[in-house]
């Protein structure tokens, strides 16, 4: 780091860990309901020896492991939190470290880097051993001769939400439930660092902004009313990504996500008790999460949501990203008819840059690159400190 901040690591352990596929019963203490699993309707693509079909509730990293917070130096405790949410089939905190530093060092918070399920330092290491999953890739392209960016930095989760795309659904709950989690253990004073008192926005990249916007618009236990959400090449259904990168997953994955998500999802959700009680079934979470997977689907309950807390969003796109483009983010975050008062910023570098890695390091262009970096986080810190204004007035 440097002399005005420094990076702190604490412990978590999940205790949502256990809605994961990989046992034949499951219960939900909200509802004392229990159901009998309907993961085994879904068969694997590929092999249990490849070390990346394991269960999902097995996988101790997932369960166990650590966060980290970028802290001001001189600060022995806080209570301005901004929790940050990373981008999809991400394995290292290293681009993201500039990042958390700069919105630190502009607005006086802590900036908590939070892993989502199976991302991060909580995914098993063999999936991002080079060589296995080079192998992978290889039997992979072998079996989908037609298949596009298959890689081995994307193969171990391709092949796992190909073969189960429910996944998709249950790691996005597990992510939501842990952050929750960890704010209710700061609320209890439990926390080493964070204040009991403290008040907290997030900031949002990429698929990260999925996970801030289902918090922000279930809103549970109203512990997000006054939280600012900034979203970062971020913010449009999931129908309206366009996630195929050697970066983040190969088509033949995305296809069955598709498939699965949003053209077949009703007929799956009738089969899959357990599943359509957390999307259908009295769970707020898993209701707004069912209106992010498909434009039309609940857009109304979705933009109403949306309307209410319209002061509360700010998004910056960028003009050449195609993962995620500034027009998909304009039509869900505005709404179907530009009704929508959520400010959403276009922005463009004159530069080569991609969706994945839109400030890279070690690279030609670098006094062009920082420009680029601080018009970007002096608008991401103007807007995290307007709101301080306005609660002080």
Known sequence: MNNKTELKEYKFESLSYNILPGISEYHCVKHNLNFNSAHALHNDVGTIKDNVHIKDISVEENRFFKYHIVKPTAAKNTKKVIFLFHGFNEKDWTKYIPWAKRICEGTASSIVLFPLAFHMQRAPKNWSSKREMYLLSEKRKKRYPNIVHSTLSNVAISMRLHAKPQRFIWSGLQSYYDVIQLIEECKEGKHLYIDKDFQFDIFAY?????????LKLTNHNKYFSNSKVCLFCSGPIFNRLSPVSKFILDSETNVALYSFLVEHFDKFLQKDHLLNHYIKEDHLEGKVFYSMLDYQRNRDFREELLRKYENDFYAITLKKDTIIPSFEVINTLKGAYRDINIKVDELDFNRIYAHENPFPLNMEKTELIKKDFEMVFSKVCDFYNEQQLVQKT
């Open 206 to 214: 990429s698929i990260g902004g999925f996970l801030a916007q289902i």
